[in-house]
């Protein structure tokens, strides 16, 4: 049964919503997608996301990685790495392993890391945990 799962990922295409369509609705899928156009829903997929330039999303995405020079109006859930570019625009609150910003890129909202250890903890505000 693996084998045949593996099969099923790696013969995924990439998807590609061109600049110029716009798309009202969620969009699902398990390959690569690639986002010139304009959607207004939740995206959702099993592999890495590109928003172009020209890419606007409004709505949650959930994917493996993401790639972001366009402009997003959402809550960014991603289980491995999000980038965002130069040119990006990201409003909402990220949830992703790794993240990596390049200088002149735009967020605003709130960013939780995952896969940190589990002993790792903040230091207390006060020092009331402070040895004697």
Not at 17 to 39: A, F, K, P, Q
Not at 82 to 87: C, E, G, I
Request: hydrophobic share 35%; with cysteine.
């Amino acid at each position: 049964m693996a084998k045949l799962y593996e099969q099923e990922e790696s013969n995924s295409s990439v998807n590609v919503i061109s600049s110029g369509t716009m798309i009202t609705g969620d969009v699902v899928c398990s390959g690569d997608l690639r986002i010139d156009g304009n959607i207004k829903g939740n995206v959702k997929s099993r592999a890495k996301v590109i928003v172009g330039q020209s890419g606007i999303i409004d709505g949650d995405i959930n994917c493996k990685s993401i790639e972001i020079e366009g402009n997003v109006k959402a809550n960014v859930t991603v289980t491995d790495l999000m980038s965002l570019k130069s040119t990006a625009n990201l409003v909402g609150n990220i949830c992703a392993g790794k993240l990596a910003i390049e200088p002149g890129a735009n967020f605003a909202g709130n960013c939780k890391m995952q896969g940190m250890k589990a002993d790792v903890h903040p230091t207390p505000a006060n020092n009331e945990n402070k040895p004697q």
